[in-house]
């Protein structure tokens, strides 16, 4: 599903030439002046009231976490990432019996343009996918995935955002992707800048859900700037989006721990199935 309510062709026609994501210039950090503090990023997992929680405010710049929970046969592997660098999000979670995980992430940065340049079409493009697997209908019931992003300009300047996909907005979509099966969002806009105005993204995505399911978005949430010739762009972190890009291939080790989930899971279940009376 595609939104581009305000998408010009002009920005990507005048881009003859352009710099994918973090193929500008990033900037170290501390080479902008924030509001506040420049970047922040949180990672948590929950189940029947432990929670894991990685967190970092002007420090790391990726945080994530990792849940193994087990009790009276019941089970609950949760895990979820930010990473700055990437600008993705990313959230799992395999269970009989609930739980929650969500990632957030947060960076204050300015877009640097070439003398004689007074302002520019920056593209922003977003990309939320995974899946959802009922087992039971407690679990098709009280699923909940959102997510979501802004980019805001201070001093009132100009934003995007997209909250198509937030518990605050239940539209069509939200509804959809809160559905069994393989979901896929894309926004796509345009915002104009000009040199060394100062922007914020906030970013984030939550699963939770009661009951049997899977919620597989674990290589989702891919946020990415598209610039024109010569633009670069500088951040409070010195990282974001510096290895970007569409369609980023799930790493190693998200691969081997989804492996390790779906395993543990399988034998949870097969031990249960073979308690069962015959």
């Not at 948590?44 to 990726?62: A, K, L, M, Y």
């Not at 978005?217 to 974001?240: C, E, K, M, Q, W």
Request: proline share 3%; net charge negative; aromatic share 12%.
């Amino acid at each position: 599903m595609d939104f581009a309510p305000k998408l010009r062709a002009s920005a990507l026609g005048a881009a003859a030439a352009i710099a994918i994501a973090g193929m500008g210039i990033p900037g170290e950090a501390g080479a902008i002046t924030c509001n506040g503090v420049c970047y922040g990023l949180d990672a948590s997992s929950n189940v029947d009231g432990f929670s894991v929680i990685d967190s970092s405010r002007g420090e790391e710049t990726s945080v994530s976490v990792v849940q193994n929970y087990s009790t009276s046969g019941r089970y609950m592997n949760g895990a979820a990432s930010a990473d700055l660098a990437t600008g993705a999000l990313r959230g799992f979670i395999d269970t009989d019996y609930g739980g929650s995980v969500s990632a957030r992430l947060s960076d204050q940065f300015v877009f640097d343009l070439p003398d004689g340049m007074e302002s520019a079409d920056i593209a922003v493009s977003w990309t939320f996918e995974g899946t959802n697997i009922f087992r039971d209908p407690s679990a098709a019931t009280y699923t909940r995935v959102a997510a979501g992003f802004s980019i805001t300009g201070f001093g009132g300047t100009d934003s995007v955002q997209f909250n198509n996909l937030n518990y605050q907005f239940t539209g069509a979509d939200w509804q959809e992707l809160n559905t069994e099966g393989f979901h896929r969002f894309t926004y796509n806009d345009v915002l104009t800048v000009r040199n060394g105005q100062l922007f914020r993204l906030d970013a984030s995505i939550a699963l939770s859900t009661y009951g049997s399911a899977t919620l597989d978005y674990a290589n989702t949430s891919f946020f990415t700037f598209i610039l024109p010739d010569g633009v670069g762009l500088t951040s409070g972190s010195g990282v974001l989006l510096s290895r970007a890009a569409g369609g980023v291939p799930e790493p190693s080790t998200w691969a081997m721990l989804l492996f390790g989930f779906g395993a543990i899971g399988a034998i949870l279940r097969q031990g249960r199935q073979r308690s069962l009376p015959v």
